[in-house]
């Protein structure tokens, strides 16, 4: 079974970069798609950026052109690029697999990320 933990999260400024990872444990044989995800403060959480394993990348229109999602696949490491970062990207982050033949989702822990204007 997969297991996710992530890193990278903290403290910066508005227009500040981060760049979060989420490194993979176990096998990931068969998962379809990598995520990022956050969740702010009384709000559900809500899907930021996916990757396919056909290389399609999605994104949320908020942070379109400021994230790039990517993975490295000798690593087994998913990465979340973060730039001219907003206050309103303040929120737990977290990464996730799923997997269609079992419709499973695997999360992380989840990491902060908090931006100051």
């Known amino acids: 079974q997969v297991q996710l933990v992530e890193s990278g999260g903290g403290l910066v400024q508005a227009g500040d970069s981060l760049r979060l990872s989420c490194a993979a444990s176990?096998?990931?044989?068969?998962?379809?798609?990598w995520g990022w995800y956050r969740q702010s403060p009384g709000q559900p959480r809500v899907v930021v950026a996916t990757l396919a394993t056909n290389g399609i990348k999605n994104y949320i229109d908020s942070v379109r052109g400021r994230f790039t999602i990517s993975r490295d696949n000798a690593e087994k490491t998913l990465y979340l690029q973060m730039d001219s970062l907003k206050p309103e990207d303040t929120a737990i982050y977290y990464c996730n697999t799923y997997t269609f033949s079992s419709s499973r989702y695997i999360w992380g822990q989840g990491i902060q990320v908090t931006v100051s204007s």
């Open positions: 176990g096998s990931i044989l068969g998962v379809d798609v």
